[in-house]
């Protein structure tokens, strides 16, 4: 059908090519009335991704007519020409611009090179169409995907644990701007109704579940602050957020975990892997097989829909996004994705603290400057900041009120600053009593170490 249009479109054009970018005009609005109809196609978007395959269209319309030979051949013209133009049913993205590669003189043969490009390009626009399509369902399941139990109020909480000092990062990340760090290209796509979660290996009865038997096992809900090795000392690769799942332990007994397994593997949908000892399933701490996050189904790049958040232990050896299996092995038995390639087996979230204001390098006026940010030792809590100005010794700061000891805590000092560059540094000390080392190392192998430490000027009051 729509190479009959083209066709019809190029032998017009060949006279005028106002006829043949009306035409595509014309067969852009009757795609757009497709996407209209289309519950899953979001229509802003889909004129947008129109607009620019009717402009790429008219764009590759004219440089076929400028290399199309005159004579008998240019009633191929047509078809290609009209092809940039996707299926109508498909949010197709932009078509890329089609290269000047031909020009009057080059006759037939730059005409059907011209012609194999615009060829290629309209197959790219139908595959990327189908892929947004396929992208939109599956926000659209995520959208109405039901909870099973409400969760997250965060109101009152934040009052509580939010110091309210102007450039701390705020308690609750909100989802939109969370961290987002793992090896996919694209992010997976999971159907939520053809979704299994498998429970392998030294498992005394392997199943697979699906979404709802997995829910059905009743939900929780947890505050914990997640951490990526790779942070370094005053990084932002961290986020804090309240995490409703399946206790990690109820799902594996569901399968009985069978004595010997000192390893869980958690592997995700598109093979990734992380894993720890299967002691941190039983010890008390809350970990869970995760569907949401601050009270929405988990976001799309955070693993929807179901992922593991294991307190205490970095991402990397934890936190599997878009999970699809829960092996039970031993710890000699597999290395997870990231070990082989140079990180450590086990990743315990190491005790660490940052300023978050004054920034690196700012001028503050002299007088009174609030010097605050975040400390976390996730599993042991904090139960001190200090803060030292150009290494003169450890003030205490004041800590906001804790919820547990899985998520950061915001803290402040009060500094009577005074004129000329001085340094700040902090240090935490854990909910045991270690205070963190000074020792400066690098993320890898096993997370940074060392006090964060910033430069900042002070400028007398009156200048
Ligand atoms: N499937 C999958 N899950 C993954 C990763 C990954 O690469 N693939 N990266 C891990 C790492 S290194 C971290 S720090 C956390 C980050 O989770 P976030 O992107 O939701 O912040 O996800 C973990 N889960
Ligand atoms: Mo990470």
Known sequence: MAALFGAGLGLAARRRLVVGAAGIAAFGLLGLAAAAADPRASLPASAGALLAAVVAGVAALHRLLAAAPTGRGATQAGQPGAAPIPPASTAAEPAAPVPAVAGHTT???????????????AAL????????????????????????????????????????VEGVV???????????????????????????????????????????????????????TLACVSNEVGG????????????????????????????????????????????????????????????????????????????????????????????????????????????????????????????????????????????????R??????????????????LAAALNDDTWRQWVWEWDATPGPHSLQVRATDGDGMTQTAERRPVMPDGATGYHTIRVNVRAADS
């Open 125 to 164: 626009s139908a595959a990327s169409g189908r892929w947004l399509t396929q992208r939109s369902a599956v926000a659209l399941a995520r959208s109405e995907l039901l909870l099973p139990t409400r969760v997250g109020s965060t109101g009152e909480i934040r009052a509580a644990v939010d110091l309210v």
């Open 170 to 224: 705020p308690f609750v990340t909100p989802n939109k701007r969370f961290y987002r760090f793992d090896t996919a290209l694209v992010v997976p796509r999971v159907d939520v109704d053809t979704w299994r979660l498998r429970l392998s290996g030294m498992v005394d009865r392997p199943q697979d579940l699906t979404y709802d038997q997995l829910v059905d096992l009743g939900l929780s809900e947890h505050w914990t």
């Open 236 to 379: 932002g690769l961290i986020g804090n957020a309240l995490w409703g799942g399946v206790p990690l332990r109820t799902v594996l007994d569901l399968a009985g975990v069978q004595a010997g397994a000192t390893q869980i593997v958690a592997r995700s949908v598109d093979g990734w892997t992380a894993g720890f000892p299967t002691g941190a399933a039983y010890d008390g701490r809350e970990a869970l097989v995760a569907v949401s996050m601050n009270g929405e189904p988990l976001p799309l790049e955070h693993g929807y829909p179901v992922r593991l958040v294991v307190p205490g232990l970095y991402g990397y050896v934890s936190a599997t996004k878009w999970l699809g299996e829960l092996e039970l092995t031993t710890l000699e038995a597999f290395d997870a994705y990231w070990v082989p390639r140079g990180w450590s087996k086990l990743g315990p979230i190491k005790t660490q603290s940052r300023i978050d204001v004054p920034s690196f390098g700012a001028t503050v006026p002299a007088g009174i400057v609030p010097v605050a940010g975040v400390a976390w030792a996730q599993g």
């Open 107 to 121: 006759g037939r043969r730059g005409f059907l090179r011209v012609a194999a490009l615009a060829t290629g390009v």
């Open 381 to 398: 809590g904090i139960s001190a900041v200090e803060v030292q100005v150009d290494e003169a010794g450890w003030q205490p700061a004041r």
